[in-house]
């Protein structure tokens, strides 16, 4: 590879990792991630959706229809 060559995909590739957050010193690749934790935004989307959605697919109603018990 030429310096010509090297420079531009340096360039290039400085462009393109422009936006990638740095790491912390110390600290791995998962820092950035939340592996267990679910936040709190979810359990509240899930809850309006069924309210809205009663009869959606997966929905609270949905399973008690799809496996209610023959009596």
Do not use: I, N
Not at 32 to 56: C, I, K, L, N
């Amino acid at each position: 590879m030429t310096p010509q060559e090297e420079y531009k995909f340096e360039k290039k590739a400085a462009r393109h990792f422009r936006s990638h957050q740095e790491l912390p010193l110390g600290r791995d690749w998962r820092a950035f991630r939340y592996r267990f934790d679910v936040p709190a935004t979810d359990h509240e989307m899930q809850s309006r959706f069924d309210d809205t959605f009663p009869g959606a697919p997966l929905s609270p109603g949905w399973w008690d229809r799809k496996f209610k018990e023959v009596e």
